[in-house]
């Protein structure tokens, strides 16, 4: 997606309608942030009235609160309870059907692509490296996904730089964030100053380009740059969460029996919801279902998580019986076995699985208090 030359443009906040009917008649489905059930989520959207423009959000560990901001900033909080997993490795998808015909059974293959390229709006910094993770796993390796490669394949992403943080982000420490590097076509950062709504946008490639064109700018001034690259720092500096991955994986390979896992495990109830918001999860079953007259069978893949008990079942037991043993499996395999398997760490540092805990569990005070403990020779 790299292009010769970076490029920078600044837009009026009403050209970003443009843009967005700019994708529409190149015949993507153009997804974006809106407000639903108490949230922000993603959704299809056709106008920036379908925005959450004057939101932003509150985060604590186990706690996700929506709030007016004092002005109308299209994209003025932080990431939701969903990532753009949602649409390019969906919790449920149907393989195959199949339907009784003259006493046989007639497969139907299904089509893993979706009807339109997609064009996502909105992305943040640690959800595109998250995108990138999910690339590597899904997309790089031996056995590639045809499911996610005919979904991923075409995607327009039109990202943004944070200028909002909450208290549970610790992309800065995961160097993921808040800044988007890489990996766009476009990246907006929203600038709110003296009345005046604007955007900087940075090109990344052709195809961005292309849009960009259509658009009514003008060139980027130092001032711009200089409120973008404020506001952008700003996010970074409100960050008060970090994670230290100074010899992660010797760290976590030589405290498998640390009490610290028994600890977590009287607090954890597998209730699964940090893998399942977590950008960068790809576990899944197969699932075989008939109806009652036995002429349609269908098979489902659905997303799962190493915290049910089934997931470790292999014949004639569970390899992971308690919680202690599926939160150190979880926890491990993300920050240390991952780099083993795909050369990066599978934490991008956004957040949500502290803040949608139930019992508000902390990734980064979980490697912490390990840590601490072995420093001071009290393991």
Not at 20 to 28: C, G, N, P, S, V
Not at 210 to 221: D, I, M, P
Not at 261 to 269: I, P, Q, S, T
Request: with cysteine.
């Amino acid at each position: 997606m790299a292009v010769a030359k970076q490029q920078e443009g600044v837009i009026a906040s009403n050209e970003l309608g443009t843009l967005i009917a700019a994708l529409l008649r190149r015949e993507y489905e153009v997804i974006g942030p809106v407000v639903r059930d108490g949230a922000i989520v993603y959704d299809s959207i056709e106008s920036t009235k379908d925005l959450p423009a004057g939101w932003t959000d509150e985060q604590e560990p186990g706690r996700y609160r929506l709030k007016r901001r004092e002005d109308g900033a299209l994209f003025g909080y932080a990431v939701g309870p969903q990532s753009w997993k949602k649409y390019l490795h969906p919790a449920n998808i149907r393989l195959w059907s199949a339907e009784r015909e003259n006493g046989t059974f007639r497969i139907l293959n299904q089509e893993p692509r979706p009807k339109k390229r997609y064009a996502f709006v909105g992305v943040r910094s640690c959800d595109l490296a998250a995108i990138g993770v999910q690339d590597r796993v899904l997309l790089e390796d031996r056995h590639q996904d045809p499911i996610y490669a005919g979904r991923r394949d075409g995607v327009f992403i039109v990202a943004v730089h944070c200028i909002h943080s909450v208290s549970t982000c610790f992309c800065a420490s995961m160097g993921t964030g808040p800044r988007v590097r890489a990996g766009y076509d476009l990246a907006l950062t929203e600038l709110l100053d003296n009345g005046d709504h604007r955007f900087l946008v940075q090109i990344g490639s052709e195809a961005g380009r292309e849009v960009l064109a259509e658009l009514g700018q003008r060139e980027a001034t130092d001032e711009d740059r200089q409120l973008a690259q404020a506001a952008v720092d700003g996010a970074a500096a409100a960050q008060v969460r970090r994670m230290d991955t100074t010899n992660i994986r010797e760290l976590l390979y030589s405290n498998f029996e640390h009490p610290r896992w028994g600890n977590v495990a009287e607090r954890c109830l597998a209730c699964t919801n940090c893998t399942l918001v977590c950008p960068t999860c790809f576990c899944t079953t197969v699932e075989d279902t008939s109806d009652l007259s036995g002429d349609h069978a269908e098979r489902w893949r659905r997303l799962d998580s190493c915290f049910t008990l089934d997931f470790s079942y292999i014949h004639g037991g569970n390899v992971r019986a308690s919680t202690k043993a599926r939160y150190r499996q979880w926890m491990t395999h993300k920050l240390a076995s991952w780099i083993d398997q795909f050369g990066s760490s599978g934490c991008v540092g956004c957040g949500r699985c502290i803040t949608w805990c139930p019992v508000g569990i902390d990734i980064t005070e979980e490697l912490e208090a390990i840590r601490g403990t072995v420093a001071n020779g009290n393991t």
